[in-house]
């Protein structure tokens, strides 16, 4: 078994505290042929800059931005390469310097990290923080290829060349291991596509049944068509702050802490290592998790968990002073590429020990109302996985619960109609009351890079 050492387990410290002022985003689509992607990225700028709730000018807010940090899954998708390039240039902020990052489905929240970081360092005090992906430039099939590529081409690729191959797999093996009950993966499916339904931002929302799920189309078993995000248009940005600038541009800024975790793209070449412990749990916790995955000749974390996840949660939860993550977070937003992703997750970032994850979904506690709901934006089954924006978009909407501004950005008539739609007369505010602290995750691949983001009330 391998185990980490000291140095490995560092907790990240930074030099100054970062704070989230502002954000905006696109709605998002399947295909979005009217706007070419600089003008995406721009409308979600905009947003941010045009915040009513800041206390500057948009031309002031712009001109006090001095980096900028873009995220962008694939340049394959618009053949443009070094599109960061292109996009800073719409947006007029040359000369500043950026950076582009990919990190696969992570891109977003690894925007978020280095931006964070920048900040922390001092090397900013104000940075630009955008991720965008346009994939309707090509057929579902070859993009699908195209994002299956993001895994070992030596080993995952040759699978189906589709994702929800690789994660196929880790729902039969994650069912065996747990006794996951399909039910609890489509209520899953249920519960964000249905909340996605009170977002003007999002691109397939829907009143569904357990039953409708489980009787849907096979994608690749046991994964059903409801079961899986889609393809999307759009883009997300946030402007960070270190303390002096953030209130000088908000009287609500939230303070971040966010790190990550890097892990192989060969699923099945996962070797056995020792579970780094969260603040809730000690070396007793998993005596008897270690025994049943040994006596069946299995190793952690496997194909059950994500030691990416598992790590950036780690460092994460001790830099924002977490110690019991279910009672201490008010809501969550993860990474639901599929359902199983999400399910998955709940053991490593701690809402659940491994082996009870389906309680969380069972118990009521994921739910709107319940002790920690998770994915009230609609998540990326119901809303969303533009894939370089994803990351920025979850941060997004526990920013906007934090400030109480859920009803503001999802409620609006006005916003509705920005994106051509009609707000349903049934809709519903998802806002949590008096919400302090909140989590997101954006997660890449097969868990091969996770970051795991912490936002509180700096005010």
Known sequence: MIKFGPGNLRVPKWTRPVYMVSAGMTDFRKKYPEKKLEELVLEAVKMCVEDPKLKKSAQEVRDMINFACYGEFADHFQDQLLCEAKVHDYLGLDPLFNVGIKTGGATGGSAILMGSSIVASGQANCCLVAGWER??????WTGNFYISTAACKDFETRLARIYASYYAPMARRFQQ?????EKVRAAVAVKNRGYACSSPFAQQPGKHTIEEVLEGPVVCDPLRMLECCAMSVGSAAVILCDEETAFKLSDNP????????SHTLRVSDRRDMEIPLLPNEDEHTYEKLYKDIKSSDGRWPGFESFLAARFAAYLTYQMAGI?????????????DAFTISDIQTYGDIGLTRYGEEPSYITSGDAYYGGKCPANLSGGLIGTMHAVGATGIFSAIEVMWQLQNRY????GADEMWKKFGKTKPTDWKSLQVENAKKGL???????????TVGVLEKGW
């Open 135 to 140: 994939m309707d430039e090509v057929d579902t």
């Open 177 to 181: 291991v747990y006794n996951l009950d």
């Open 254 to 261: 939230v303070k971040v802490y966010i790190a990550g975790g």
């Open 323 to 335: 110690e019991n993550p279910i009672e201490e977070l008010d809501l969550v937003e993860l990474h």
């Open 407 to 410: 009803d503001e950005f999802h």
């Open 440 to 450: 997101w995750v954006s997660h890449a691949g097969v868990g091969s890079h996770v």
